[in-house]
């Protein structure tokens, strides 16, 4: 995105130094639309990226339930926490080792499309 923004930056720059006059305004206006429209296409892309990695996580834990359901079988565990949610305890019986192997022999990749969404303008903006 860089190559983009860097010809923005620069425009915007040469235009600070500029009279106000009527010349001048209309290439403000132009490049404030540019900016927006560069701004909703941002916006759109991460929107995407967060609906991949959504989608992606979805299929790991999809792959993951089963295998960790089957060691806390084996365990006799009475109680299966999230790590993430713990503050503190005995680790010493920490199920995310045997979990990880078992997934492993399960899947060696995980192959995902990036997710395509509508683009969607906000009120007044147009597309770019």
Known sequence: MSSVVRPLEAE???????PDNAQSKSRREALAARWQALQVKVQHNNREIEAT??????????E???????V???????LVLDRGT???GNF??????????????RIKTITFERE???IQFQPGTAPG
């Open 12 to 18: 915007a720059k040469a235009l600070q130094g500029q």
């Open 53 to 62: 990695r959504a989608k992606a996580m979805e299929r790991i834990a999809a």
């Open 64 to 70: 993951t339930q089963p295998v960790v359901a089957q």
């Open 72 to 78: 806390y079988s084996q365990k006799k565990c009475g």
């Open 86 to 88: 713990v503050l503190g």
């Open 92 to 105: 010493a019986n920490d199920l995310t080792a045997e979990v990880v192997r078992g997934v492993d022999a």
């Open 116 to 118: 395509r969404l509508p």
